[in-house]
């Protein structure tokens, strides 16, 4: 299939093995109502090294894409049984958890209008039937690489780099968020690692950007449910919609952990104060404010605690 075109290029070439590798496990459902259509298909992603899940109509695909998440991209007909192609999609798209899920519909030659309908109803490209293998293979691989770059680009600029925790642009969107869609209890914490210039001035910038990957880990671990971001500097922000006392608790059982242990080959032990607003406040700022003001009293107090 690579070789067999000798108008493709040797730098082409490297890239399709490339691209081979990578499809590994990458997982493609294809709704498809015509047996002979659907193995056609199959058969070329199979040759691309994908794995390929089958739906006869709509209502299976649906079902099989609730029931995987692993689940790429689908590529849908649009005539078929019970739940024609272009409902799928429109479907898919009214689900927030089916965002990411790379569409291309199909549809045979003569019904012109359908590209238009598939687009609009929110796939990310079309193909009429029947196709060349080159173009099929094209557009399946552009949209999961455009896929990738999207999210590649979603990655930089929400997380640290650093500590892997989201930053502090996330956090003004998705925390904003939060409190103006708040139906409960959201609180949120401000951390501060304690004395942490000394660290640097004793052990090195390197040693304690060490210290802060670590401090991204532990946080991570023990805030699996919650919005952890990284502040800036030795600060972080955490922001949960837990019952106050069980956040609390859950921050307390934080500052137990560090305190605790040993970091990096220095050995070096670290301590964290943290100020908690649990008011019902209006805007995020405002919680920020009152957790900053019990911060500085954590600080006073003698570091190592939890104002709230
Ligand atoms: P306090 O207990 O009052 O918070 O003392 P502190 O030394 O932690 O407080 P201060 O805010 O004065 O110092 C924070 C230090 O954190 C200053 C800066 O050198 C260091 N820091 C901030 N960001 C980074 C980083 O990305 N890498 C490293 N290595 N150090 C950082
Ligand atoms: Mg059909
Ligand atoms: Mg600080
Ligand atoms: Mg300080
Ligand atoms: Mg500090």
Not at 108 to 132: C, H, M, V
Not at 158 to 169: A, E
Not at 178 to 195: E, G, I, P, Q
Not at 280 to 289: A, G, V
């Amino acid at each position: 299939y690579i070789v067999k075109d000798n108008r493709y290029s040797f730098s082409y070439v490297i890239k399709v093995v490339e691209r081979l590798v990578k499809n590994q496990g990458v997982k493609i459902l294809v709704a498809e109502d015509s047996t002979t259509s659907r193995l056609f298909i199959k058969i070329l992603l199979k040759q691309y090294g994908f794995e390929v899940l089958e739906a006869e109509n709509g209502q299976e695909a649906l079902a099989q894409l609730e029931a995987d998440s692993d689940i790429r991209m689908l590529i849908t007909d649009y005539n078929m049984p019970l739940v024609n192609g272009y409902d799928l999609v429109r479907m898919l798209r009214n689900n927030n958890r089916f965002q990411d899920l790379v569409i291309i519909g199909l549809s045979a030659e003569g019904d012109t209008s359908l590209s238009a309908k598939f687009i609009k109803a929110g796939a990310n490209d079309f193909l009429r039937k029947p196709f060349y293998h080159e173009e099929f293979h094209c557009r399946v691989i552009h949209n999961l690489e455009a896929q990738d770059m999207l999210e590649t680009i979603r990655n930089l600029a929400n997380i640290d780099q650093l500590t892997k925790l989201k930053n502090r642009r996330h956090l003004f969107e998705e925390g904003g968020q939060l409190f103006r869609h708040r139906k409960a209890d959201v609180s949120l914490a401000m951390m501060d690692l304690d004395f942490f210039k000394k660290v640097n001035d004793n052990y090195g910038h390197v040693v304690g950007d060490s210290l802060l990957e670590l401090m991204g880990e532990e946080i991570l671990e023990a805030f699996p449910d919650d919005l952890t971001c990284r502040f800036g500097g030795e600060e972080f922000c955490v922001i949960s919609t837990a019952p106050v006392t069980e956040f609390i608790a859950k921050v307390k059982d934080f500052l137990e952990t560090i305190r605790s242990k040993e970091y990096t080959d220095a050995k070096l032990s670290v301590t964290c104060s943290v100020g908690v607003c649990a008011l019902p406040m209006q805007t995020l700022e405002e919680s920020i404010q009152v957790a900053d003001k019990n911060l500085y009293e954590a600080k006073n107090l003698g570091r190592d605690r939890v104002v709230s």
